[in-house]
């Protein structure tokens, strides 16, 4: 039985739209329990803030606005009626709006640092071998050879963050990129003359195939 070359035919844009999605179906699932974790720390936050802040603006200024009430007698005395009338009448209520805007804003650049900080330690995650494992055979090369562009640094495991990267850069058409700079490492290594003009040309074309944009 004759024995033909077998001809690679790059991926198709569907099939690597198709890849970059089971790219992030993984992240997604890698990623749960730390969203999880994410969601009930933000909801705990708001609860938090919402509680103090409403103590702050309903239950906190009563008690300045009764300074001419009772014991805010003394108050009158002291500071005289036209005093506590300001107090009452226009810093009181801004006092306390005011607290309430700087208590939120300790809050919300709390919970921001917070956040921040989770989604960078998530990004230092190994991902498990088995994970991998299961990830490519499904596949195709163009989408393999991204992952291994963006796991630069090979003494290290490959993370979450590598995935993660991966993902954006496969939107990014890093694809044609890499086919792009394999076709003008191939000049270069082919020491030019009129073959490698014209062969050069028509592999970048073909390796450039299945990209999802124009590479600029």
């Not at 844009?13 to 749960?32: A, E, F, N």
């Not at 989604?119 to 490519?136: E, P």
């Amino acid at each position: 039985m004759p024995n033909f070359p077998v001809t690679y035919m790059p991926a198709t844009p569907d099939r690597i739209r198709q890849d970059r999605r089971l790219v992030g179906q993984t992240l997604l699932k890698l990623s749960l329990t730390r969203l999880a974790i994410l969601a009930v720390g933000i909801a705990v936050a708001a609860g938090i803030w919402i509680y103090i802040a409403s103590w702050i603006l309903n239950d906190a200024s009563p008690w300045i606005q009764g300074l001419d009430q009772g014991i805010g007698l003394n108050w009158q005395r002291i500071l005289g009626p036209t005093a506590v009338s300001l107090l009452n009448g226009f810093i009181n209520p801004w006092l306390w709006r005011i607290l309430a805007l700087i208590w939120s804003l300790i809050v919300f650049y709390s919970l921001k640092g917070w956040i921040r900080s989770s989604l960078a330690a998530g990004r230092l995650y190994t991902v498990d071998s088995r994970v991998l494992a299961q990830l490519r055979p499904n596949l195709c090369e163009e989408v393999v050879d991204v992952l291994r562009w963006v796991w630069q640094d090979r003494s290290e495991p490959f993370t979450i963050g590598d995935l993660q990267r991966a993902h954006r850069e496969l939107r990014s058409n890093r694809i044609g990129k890499i086919a792009l700079a394999r076709a003008q490492d191939a000049i270069l290594e082919q020491g030019g003359g009129d073959a490698a003009l014209d062969d050069s040309p028509r592999a970048a074309r073909r390796q450039a195939e299945p990209t999802l944009s124009r590479t600029r």
